[in-house]
């Protein structure tokens, strides 16, 4: 098959984002994931970043992103242990300021399983988001490996899957 002298004009144009775009093997845009149930993993990155909280209505209310990457310690579908990105949390910055009461039902869910993360993570009880998420960075890129039960989860509503990860438990590190 010939390519179209015009089509490769107009490669040029979009090579930069075609280079800078992930592959999308039909995973979903967090890439692969594990299948449902329970999985050993280490937590080998953890990002935070800026990021808004979009309510139901569409506003957006400034607040935060925080997302962990995870690697199988056992991989029964890989000779090589596969990794995976972990479903972003995002939480609004000062919650008053949040008005349609399922966002309000979002942000709890979302900030008790922020918590949940850093609580397994860190093996112990934490009240200060700041210097929790500070400890577990510190943690997750120490020399010694983080370990902990990961639960994936997958809900379907309507066309769409959403995957959503909580740790249940620390292993080791």
Same mark, same amino acid.
């Given at each position: 098959?010939?390519?179209?002298?015009?089509?490769?004009?107009?490669?040029?144009?979009?090579?930069?984002?075609?280079?800078s775009?992930q592959?999308?093997n039909?995973?979903?845009?967090?890439?692969?994931?594990?299948?449902?149930?329970d999985?050993?993993?280490?937590?080998?990155?953890?990002?935070?970043?800026?990021?808004?909280?979009r309510?139901?209505?569409?506003?957006?209310i400034?607040?935060?992103?925080?997302?962990?990457?995870?690697?199988?310690?056992?991989?029964?579908?890989?000779?090589?242990?596969?990794?995976?990105?972990?479903? @972003? !949390?995002? +939480?609004?910055?000062?919650?008053?300021?949040? &008005?349609?009461d399922?966002?309000?039902? %979002?942000? *709890?869910?979302? =900030?008790?399983?922020?918590?949940?993360?850093l609580?397994?993570?860190?093996?112990?009880?934490v009240?200060?988001?700041?210097?929790?998420?500070?400890?577990?960075?510190?943690?997750i890129?120490?020399?010694? @490996? !983080?370990? +902990?039960?990961?639960?994936c989860?997958?809900? &379907?509503?309507?066309?769409?899957?959403? %995957?959503? *990860?909580?740790? =249940?438990?620390?292993?080791?590190?």
């Amino acid at each position: 098959m010939a390519i179209d002298n015009t089509v490769k004009s107009m490669f040029a144009q979009f090579q930069s984002d075609f280079e800078s775009a992930q592959a999308d093997n039909g995973h979903g845009g967090l890439g692969w994931w594990p299948e449902a149930g329970d999985w050993e993993v280490f937590v080998t990155a953890m990002k935070v970043e800026s990021s808004a909280f979009r309510q139901s209505d569409g506003m957006e209310i400034p607040g935060f992103m925080c997302q962990f990457t995870y690697q199988m310690i056992d991989d029964p579908g890989s000779e090589e242990p596969r990794t995976f990105q972990g479903s @972003p !949390i995002r +939480v609004a910055a000062d919650p008053s300021k949040i &008005t349609v009461d399922g966002s309000k039902i %979002k942000q *709890e869910i979302e =900030t008790k399983r922020l918590k949940g993360h850093l609580e397994t993570i860190l093996g112990k009880t934490v009240s200060n988001p700041q210097l929790a998420m500070e400890e577990a960075d510190t943690a997750i890129s120490g020399e010694t @490996p !983080i370990a +902990v039960m990961c639960r994936c989860q997958y809900n &379907t509503r309507g066309t769409r899957t959403y %995957k959503t *990860e909580y740790l =249940t438990q620390r292993l080791s590190g």
